[in-house]
């Protein structure tokens, strides 16, 4: 687990946006088993990729005439038992933090996996998940 005084400023990062934090299995499941509307999870983590690339991007993403209904966020490496929850929402998919996982009506139809996100620009996730939001939301 990490020390608050390093995630807190990370954390914060996406609930000053309007990302609500989920910080147990039980709150996991009332939001991601809802079978109605559009909901984004960021999975965030304390890696470059998450700061530089994953946060900003799915802060830009919602700079969209279609957007989710609902935005929540799991910390990996400090919510342990919510981020297991929300992985579980997540398979067939390895765990993978940083990452951003777009469901509709309870079902996950769009995943952007660590692999997708580390290299690429903000912008380019920003548009990948644009590109979602004008299918599914």
């Keep these: 687990m990490y020390?608050?005084?390093?995630?807190?400023?990370?954390?914060?990062?996406l609930?000053?946006?309007?990302?609500e934090a989920l910080n147990?299995?039980?709150?996991?499941?009332k939001v991601l088993?809802?079978?109605e509307g559009t909901v984004l999870l960021v999975v965030n983590s304390?890696?470059?990729?998450?700061?530089?690339?994953?946060?900003?991007?799915?802060k830009r993403s919602l700079e969209n005439e279609k957007s989710p209904d609902k935005l929540v966020t799991v910390f990996a490496g400090?919510?342990?038992?919510?981020?297991?929850?929300?992985?579980?929402y997540l398979l067939p998919y390895?765990?993978?933090?940083?990452?951003?996982?777009?469901?509709?009506?309870?079902?996950?139809?769009?995943?952007l996996e660590r692999h997708h996100i580390e290299g690429r620009s903000a912008d380019i996730i920003a548009?990948?998940?644009k590109m979602a939001y004008d299918r599914f939301c």
Excluded at 79 to 86: C, I, L, P, Q, S
């Design 94 to 111: 390895p765990p993978s933090s940083p990452s951003i996982a777009l469901f509709k009506d309870g079902s996950l139809v769009h995943f």
């Design 33 to 35: 088993s809802q079978k």
């Design 46 to 58: 304390v890696c470059g990729c998450a700061a530089a690339n994953a946060r900003p991007g799915a």
């Design 127 to 129: 548009a990948n998940l």
């Design 15 to 19: 609930t000053q946006y309007g990302f």
């Design 3 to 13: 020390p608050v005084e390093l995630t807190e400023p990370m954390a914060k990062d």
């Design 24 to 29: 147990s299995a039980e709150e996991v499941d």
């Design 78 to 88: 400090v919510d342990k038992d919510a981020t297991t929850k929300a992985r579980e």
